[in-house]
């Protein structure tokens, strides 16, 4: 009997059982889950519905939001991995040293056009970061 293989491995918030389809989001320690029986395409997409569905009711995994403006004036459609925004007026990034002890550098900022500035050296700054990472 042949086995079909289908390339699920990039479905957010589904885990593949055995049995199924289970759709888990967790916020603030709290875990909201359904599992969906079979295989069937049909089952899939009804655990999609119900992810997309929680995603939507659910607040947002950030403590403190992107501003829409930062992100359009940039040109990006979703903030960037790893750069975390304060409202006292600083954006931070955190990485890991050959020590394994974690370093946070911040990049402050004025008035609007200062924030957009600070966000662009910060995506900066954790590019270059990784990059150096990568080679070590």
């Given at each position: 009997?042949?086995?079909?293989?289908?390339?699920?491995?990039?479905?957010?918030?589904?885990?593949?059982?055995?049995?199924?389809?289970?759709?888990?989001?967790?916020?603030?320690?709290?875990?909201?889950?359904?599992?969906?029986?079979?295989?069937?395409?049909?089952?899939?997409?009804?655990?999609?519905?119900?992810?997309?569905?929680?995603?939507?009711?659910?607040?947002?995994?950030?403590?403190?939001?992107?501003?829409?403006?930062?992100?359009?004036a940039l040109g990006l459609k979703q903030p960037v991995v790893g750069v975390t925004r304060y409202p006292k007026g600083c954006y931070a990034v955190s990485w890991r040293?050959?020590?394994?002890?974690?370093?946070?550098?911040?990049?402050?900022?004025?008035?609007?056009?200062?924030?957009?500035?600070?966000?662009?050296?910060?995506?900066?700054?954790?590019?270059?970061?990784?990059?150096?990472?990568?080679?070590?």
């Amino acid at each position: 009997m042949k086995k079909s293989s289908r390339d699920y491995s990039e479905i957010r918030n589904i885990r593949i059982l055995p049995s199924g389809y289970q759709v888990c989001v967790t916020r603030e320690g709290r875990e909201f889950s359904k599992h969906f029986a079979g295989h069937s395409t049909e089952s899939l997409r009804n655990a999609e519905k119900y992810r997309d569905m929680l995603l939507r009711m659910l607040p947002s995994r950030r403590r403190h939001d992107i501003p829409r403006r930062i992100l359009t004036a940039l040109g990006l459609k979703q903030p960037v991995v790893g750069v975390t925004r304060y409202p006292k007026g600083c954006y931070a990034v955190s990485w890991r040293d050959k020590n394994n002890r974690t370093k946070t550098r911040t990049f402050s900022w004025d008035d609007a056009r200062g924030e957009v500035n600070a966000y662009k050296a910060a995506m900066a700054f954790r590019r270059t970061t990784l990059k150096a990472r990568r080679k070590a």
